[in-house]
């Protein structure tokens, strides 16, 4: 039996490294290629489908002829398609073609992500400069989000030294993770790929969801359900709701997240934030408000708090509470003690 020496050891470990790093970067750039591909597939369709929907509901799709053409052909494709197709986003494609008109001015090099921040400026020319030079330069979501915010367009327009600007932008901004725009929340809900695969962080989590789900429709009260990690973008940033459901007696959504650590103030103002975007962009005409329940399932004890709309607290006692879960039942089916051996 030949016995290797330290230095072959040391050569062998040198040869194992250099053949993971190429390894490594053969994978990493296939999967850029993957997405690349994907995201821009996915521009185009959306740049389509935007188009099409501007052709059917021309200037005006709040008017009641195109929010019921967006309510149905939302309805239709989420069915057929997954999320991705609701309202909202149906709104931002055909944002996106009223911005972009011509095709010609979209760059397969830049993703959805860029493009939804790109739409927030307001100023034609800046938004000519930012697209431009994100596609030139290749800036991540974070870095133009950045430029963005940092008013780099003015800043170049301002400064009669504009090579020193765009130098200091070079170094300041962090270089782009791949794992960032592989695991992008827009291309997996195209995909129809679960978006958020690390929400829950254990076994009882999960259980706890599950459990919550089935009893809520099994309690006979008007709960039909409609989402699980329900996705939503506000100012660029993504959101997921543990489950929402609709109640057709109380003519509402019910929007419920679930924390198994100590609740906090940050937690109460995400529920609000939750309750708000629903009530403004979702709620269809003669909804009532939706209504959010946040849930803290702590080993020494069960925590629920209700959230109405801003200015709709009494709304709460004389109507909702009727049909909703009540705070004892909702701390007996979320009994830790029940579930902690899945968690083993």
Same mark, same amino acid.
Not at 67 to 86: C, H, N, P, R
């Given at each position: 039996?030949? =016995?290797?020496?330290?230095?072959?050891?040391?050569?062998?470990?040198?040869?194992?490294?250099?053949?993971?790093?190429?390894?490594?970067?053969?994978?990493?750039?296939?999967?850029?290629?993957?997405?690349?591909?994907?995201?821009?597939?996915?521009?185009?369709?959306?740049?389509?489908?935007?188009?099409?929907?501007?052709?059917?509901?021309?200037?005006?799709?709040?008017?009641?002829?195109?929010?019921?053409?967006?309510?149905?052909?939302?309805?239709?494709?989420?069915?057929?398609?997954?999320?991705?197709?609701?309202?909202?986003?149906?709104?931002?494609?055909?944002?996106?073609?009223?911005?972009? %008109?011509?095709?010609?001015?979209?760059?397969?090099?830049?993703?959805?992500?860029?493009?939804?921040?790109?739409?927030?400026?307001?100023?034609?020319?800046?938004?000519? !400069?930012? #697209?431009?030079?994100?596609?030139?330069?290749?800036?991540?979501?974070?870095? =133009?989000?950045? %430029?963005?915010?940092?008013?780099?367009?003015?800043?170049? =327009?301002?400064?009669?030294?504009?090579?020193?600007?765009?130098?200091?932008?070079?170094?300041?901004?962090?270089?782009?993770?791949?794992?960032?725009?592989?695991?992008?929340?827009?291309?997996?809900?195209? =995909?129809?790929?679960?978006? +958020?695969?690390? !929400?829950?962080?254990? +076994?009882?989590?999960?259980?706890?969801?599950?459990?919550? %789900?089935?009893?809520?429709?099994?309690?006979?009260?008007?709960?039909? !359900?409609?989402?699980?990690?329900?996705?939503?973008?506000?100012?660029?940033?993504?959101?997921?709701?543990?489950?929402?459901?609709?109640?057709?007696?109380?003519?509402?959504?019910?929007?419920?997240?679930?924390?198994?650590?100590?609740?906090?103030?940050?937690?109460?103002?995400?529920?609000?934030?939750?309750?708000?975007?629903? #009530?403004?962009?979702?709620?269809?005409?003669?909804?009532?408000?939706?209504?959010?329940?946040?849930?803290?399932?702590?080993?020494?004890?069960?925590?629920?708090?209700? #959230?109405?709309?801003?200015?709709?607290? %009494?709304?709460?006692?004389?109507?909702?509470?009727?049909?909703?879960?009540?705070?004892?039942?909702?701390?007996?089916?979320?009994?830790?003690?029940?579930?902690?051996?899945?968690?083993?």
């Amino acid at each position: 039996m030949s =016995l290797i020496s330290n230095d072959e050891k040391k050569l062998s470990k040198i040869n194992s490294e250099d053949t993971y790093n190429e390894i490594r970067c053969f994978i990493i750039n296939a999967k850029q290629e993957i997405y690349k591909s994907v995201n821009s597939a996915m521009v185009e369709a959306y740049w389509n489908i935007g188009k099409k929907i501007y052709e059917v509901c021309g200037e005006n799709d709040r008017a009641a002829y195109g929010k019921q053409v967006l309510k149905d052909i939302s309805k239709a494709l989420t069915k057929e398609f997954g999320q991705g197709f609701s309202i909202q986003n149906l709104r931002k494609m055909r944002q996106f073609y009223t911005v972009y %008109q011509k095709r010609s001015t979209v760059s397969s090099e830049l993703s959805w992500s860029h493009y939804q921040l790109l739409m927030r400026v307001e100023d034609e020319k800046a938004r000519q !400069f930012y #697209t431009n030079e994100c596609t030139k330069a290749s800036w991540s979501v974070r870095q =133009l989000q950045r %430029q963005i915010n940092t008013m780099y367009y003015n800043r170049i =327009l301002a400064s009669k030294d504009k090579k020193s600007v765009a130098q200091e932008i070079e170094k300041n901004v962090p270089k782009p993770e791949y794992e960032s725009f592989i695991k992008d929340p827009y291309v997996l809900e195209f =995909l129809d790929l679960p978006a +958020n695969e690390h !929400f829950y962080e254990s +076994n009882l989590e999960q259980a706890l969801i599950d459990h919550l %789900q089935k009893f809520l429709l099994e309690l006979g009260r008007g709960f039909s !359900f409609v989402a699980r990690q329900k996705h939503f973008v506000v100012d660029g940033r993504h959101f997921y709701i543990d489950l929402v459901f609709y109640n057709y007696i109380l003519k509402c959504f019910v929007l419920i997240d679930l924390k198994t650590e100590d609740l906090t103030h940050q937690d109460i103002g995400q529920m609000q934030m939750y309750v708000n975007y629903y #009530t403004r962009e979702l709620m269809n005409e003669g909804d009532n408000p939706p209504i959010g329940i946040l849930l803290c399932a702590d080993k020494s004890d069960t925590l629920v708090k209700y #959230t109405l709309p801003e200015d709709n607290n %009494q709304i709460f006692a004389s109507k909702y509470k009727t049909y909703l879960p009540s705070e004892e039942e909702l701390k007996r089916e979320l009994n830790l003690s029940d579930f902690e051996k899945l968690d083993d």
